[in-house]
């Protein structure tokens, strides 16, 4: 099967999908794409977390051939390239800073789920941040140092506008 899709902006083509391949596999191993992690490819853990059409989804989950016609979004679309630099996203830059990145397994989707938490939800507080990335799992940080992060992100978020 032939998949045409936008990723991160760029209209792409995929050929030869087979029907049970998954969004996650073929952004991973077709489209060199490998941010987005494969931890437990059975929607309970997070890491594969991307957008689709905006919404965040667990790309393990979704096949590819949904993806067809539609937007995906991953952790590297997040962040902004210019003729002579990449800028991260502030949310990817404040999970450098707070020091939220351990082995980074889980970080790609915590970065996009927490992404989507403060463009929604500007000031969220800690409560709305758990309850927000409770489908996401880190088994490394004890999660004090992704809130810090989120934290950080929303009141830099906030500070500029
Ligand atoms: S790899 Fe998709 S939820 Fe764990
Ligand atoms: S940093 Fe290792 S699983 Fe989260």
């Not at 351990?102 to 790609?108: E, Y």
Request: charged content about 25%.
């Amino acid at each position: 099967m032939r998949v045409s899709v936008e990723v991160n902006g760029s209209a792409e083509t995929v050929d030869e999908v087979w029907e049970g391949e998954s969004l996650l596999y073929m952004l991973r191993e077709r489209m060199g794409l490998p941010g987005s992690k494969n931890a437990c490819e059975q929607g309970e853990c997070g890491s594969c977390t991307v957008y689709l059409d905006g919404v965040p989804v667990c790309s393990c989950l979704v096949a590819a051939g949904q993806a067809h016609g539609r937007s995906v979004r991953t952790v590297e679309g997040l962040a902004t390239a210019s003729d002579t630099a990449e800028r991260l996203d502030p949310m990817q830059q404040a999970f450098v800073e707070a020091g939220a990145v351990q082995c980074g397994f889980c970080t790609p989707g915590l970065i996009v789920q927490a992404h989507d938490l403060i463009e929604h939800n500007p000031r969220p507080s800690d409560a709305e941040i758990r309850e927000a990335l409770a489908g996401n799992l880190c088994r490394c940080t004890g999660y004090e140092k992704i809130l810090d992060a989120v934290r950080l992100a929303a009141r830099r978020k906030a500070e500029a506008r």
